[in-house]
């Protein structure tokens, strides 16, 4: 009798920390966590590319932006994309990973730990490759809605996405999503 109810208590510890587990895991949602808020990077350059009324000259915005490029760009088209629910692999396969080429210049940006690093240079654990030109990420932080954006400019062949990692990858980390509204 002594020897089953050490074993009940045993197998009740086990199925308590295996909910737990689940649980924090799967179920719990950033409560803790403060939202990210960014700010475009473009807007004192459009600020500074008004008229008197108010208009914007988008063609100066375009033209400086391209000038300007650096990775905050690349950092705010990806939160717009929702790299921000993007997470390490539990089985394995490491930290969100994409690539950026951007007329002859490559970048990556590396999610670990809900902090995006982007810095100029190739990564060899890349997920994915988004082709695009400098003026259609600029046109992409002017425009009203970079998700609808991102899709159209895909759609239009304006933008590339090579998958470079397998689905249980990109699963594992929370791309398809993301990835499924790029491209349907």
Do not use: C
Request: hydrophobic share 45%.
């Amino acid at each position: 009798m002594r020897k089953w109810l050490i074993a009940l208590l045993i197998f009740l510890v086990v199925l308590t920390l295996l909910f737990i587990g689940v649980y924090v895991v799967f179920l719990k949602k950033s409560v803790n966590q403060n939202p990210i808020i960014l700010k475009n990077p473009i807007k004192n350059i459009i600020n500074s590319n008004k008229d008197v009324n108010g208009k914007i000259n988008e063609q100066l915005v375009i033209n400086q932006g391209v000038k300007e490029f650096n990775s905050e760009y690349i950092n705010y088209i990806l939160f717009a994309l929702g790299v921000g629910n993007l997470h390490k692999s539990l089985i394995g396969y490491g930290n969100p990973v994409i690539e950026f080429h951007l007329d002859n210049k490559i970048w990556n940006s590396e999610l670990v730990d809900n902090i995006l690093t982007t810095k100029l240079g190739t990564n060899e654990n890349k997920d994915l490759i988004i082709i695009m030109s400098k003026e259609e990420a600029v046109n992409a932080l002017l425009s009203t809605d970079i998700k609808i954006f991102m899709k159209t400019s895909v759609t239009n062949g304006n933008t590339q996405i090579n998958v470079i990692a397998g689905n249980v990858e990109l699963g594992s980390k929370g791309y398809l999503e993301m990835y499924d509204n790029l491209k349907s």
